[in-house]
């Protein structure tokens, strides 16, 4: 009995992954689209997918690669 519970118990589960990955897809495409928009507007994508990925990261965190950043394009003359 406990075979057929922990086989009901692993299919639940299962039909629940793959629910969240085809709603992980249609995020995915939402995504696609507003920047698609924005970049029919005239913005520039590269640039704003690297603005979502600072306002992700915490201050702190934000200001050390900023300053790496910074610290490496001297070091090579690009500043």
Do not use: C, N, P, W
Not at 59 to 69: C, I, V
Request: glycine content about 2%; proline content about 0%; overall charge negative.
């Amino acid at each position: 009995m406990s075979d057929i519970i922990a086989a009901d118990q692993l299919r639940l589960l299962i039909e629940r992954i793959e629910r969240l990955e085809e709603e992980k897809k249609a995020m995915a495409d939402d995504i696609k689209d507003v920047y698609a928009e924005a970049k029919a507007t005239g913005f520039d994508t590269k640039t704003m997918r690297t603005i979502v990925r600072l306002r992700k990261m915490e201050k702190h965190h934000r200001d050390e690669a900023e300053m790496l950043l910074e610290t490496y394009k001297a070091a090579l003359g690009l500043a």
